[in-house]
């Protein structure tokens, strides 16, 4: 399954579209404010699927995924001061991911227990701040979004 992970130009806070292989619009990330800045992730009637925290007072790019209310994933990055390293998506028990590859060109992949599991790009389009996010086992599609915005908003806030 392919999903098409566009980006906001220009809006604060954050907001993020997510369509299918189709182009059919199947969910949205959009900011709120409050005391504790965060993401929530939505399908498109209004639900919420997850909502991204940043961490305060904790390494730059460290976010918690919430879903139902419960930690689903900690996200952070193991070299914040240079443009190589990996993030690390520890989520309960042993099946963590990394993501790996040419942060600086947006070409990534999300590995578990060595193998690849999706492949993120923004060479898939030409449009500027469009990632494909292509799911290449079957995996926790809401959980690989969320961690392709997390990932996204670490790399901007570390460039900007």
Request: hydrophobic share 40%; aromatic share 12%.
């Amino acid at each position: 399954m392919r999903y098409q992970l566009k980006r906001r130009l220009f809006s604060i806070p954050e907001r993020y579209m997510i369509q299918n292989d189709l182009g059919e619009d199947v969910a949205y990330v959009m900011g709120e404010w409050s005391l504790r800045p965060e993401l929530l992730v939505m399908d498109v009637r209004g639900k919420e699927l997850a909502r991204i925290h940043k961490v305060p007072f904790s390494m730059p790019g460290t976010f918690e995924i919430y879903r139902d209310g419960y930690l689903s994933a900690v996200i952070y990055r193991e070299a914040v001061w240079t443009n190589k390293g990996s993030f690390t998506i520890d989520v309960p028990g042993t099946d963590d991911y990394t993501a790996e590859g040419d942060f600086t060109g947006h070409e990534y992949f999300l590995v578990r227990h060595g193998k690849a599991v999706a492949q993120i790009s923004r060479q898939w389009f030409t449009m500027a701040d469009t990632y494909g996010v292509e799911m290449l086992n079957a995996e926790d599609a809401i959980l690989v979004l969320a961690a392709t915005v997390v990932i996204d908003i670490s790399l901007h806030s570390q460039h900007d």
